[in-house]
T-cell receptor, first 109, second 118 residues
Framework: QQPVQSPQAVILREGEDAVINCSSS?????VHWYRQKHGEAPVFLMI?????EQKGHEKISASFNEKKQQSSLYLTASQLSYSGTYFC??????????FGKGTSLLVTP | ETGVTQTPRHLVMGMTNKKSLKCEQH?????MYWYKQSAKKPLELMFV???????ENNSVPSRFSPECPNSSHLFLHLHTLQPEDSALYLC?????????????????FGPGTRLTVL
């Protein structure tokens, strides 16, 4: 079941904050976040596991609400390098992921 | 460089051709994945191999045939493809899931093969 991401696109000025949301209609074991720049492979940002464990990027934070089956990615004090498409991937079986359609983020000077 | 390489990077083939995509990971991982990425569509999981055994086949047409000879190599054999199969094919690897259960499983993606079917 494909998770739903919102918003579809965001434009920020450098230094501003953004939140990207990911929700699923099914119970989740884990949520993964990846960023993909144009013409490049997706790059791992963060994993959040049921039960509260997480592992990821130092400057990016995220939350996982198990009851609501939702996750949010928080980008604070955005930098130009944050531009790209952000994907959440959800799993209820351990490691096989279903990805959302992505959120396009553009950070301008 | 993520430690996952894919060849070729670009491939143009006719509908009657047979070709293969290759993926190699140098990370000591035990799980490997094939994804399809089309314009305006999400990443679609195609196949998963965990410790060389196929554990997921996401209703992929039989014209796509995966092969995983060992934990470091993954192939996708293509035959009699359709124009709608044109896409970016991404390979990824992760630690894999052992009997101890689920673990952190961040996936490392290769650069992809851009496939065009004429």
């Amino acid at each position: 079941q494909q998770p739903v991401q919102s918003p579809q696109a965001v434009i920020l000025r450098e230094g501003e904050d953004a939140v990207i949301n990911c929700s699923s209609s099914k119970a989740l074991y884990s949520v993964h976040w990846y960023r993909q720049k144009h013409g490049e492979a997706p790059v791992f940002l963060m994993i959040l596991l049921k039960g509260g464990e997480q592992k990821g990027h130092e400057k990016i934070s995220a939350s996982f609400n198990e009851k609501k089956q939702q996750s949010s990615l928080y980008l604070t004090a955005s930098q130009l390098s944050y531009s790209g498409t952000y994907f959440c991937g959800t799993s209820n079986s351990g490691y096989a992921l279903n990805f959302g359609k992505g959120t396009s983020l553009l950070v301008t000077p | 460089e993520t430690g996952v390489t894919q060849t070729p990077r670009h491939l143009v083939m006719g509908m009657t051709n047979k070709k293969s995509l290759k993926c190699e990971q140098h990370l000591g991982h035990n799980a490997m994945y094939w994804y399809k990425q089309s314009a305006k569509k999400p990443l679609e999981l195609m196949f998963v191999y965990n410790f060389k055994e196929q554990t997921e086949n996401n209703s992929v047409p039989s014209r796509f045939s995966p092969e995983c000879p060992n934990s470091s190599h993954l192939f996708l054999h293509l035959h009699t493809l359709q124009p709608e199969d044109s896409a970016l094919y991404l390979c990824a690897s992760s630690q894999g899931v052992g009997r101890e259960g689920r673990i952190y499983n961040e996936q490392f993606f290769g650069p992809g093969t851009r496939l065009t079917v004429l």
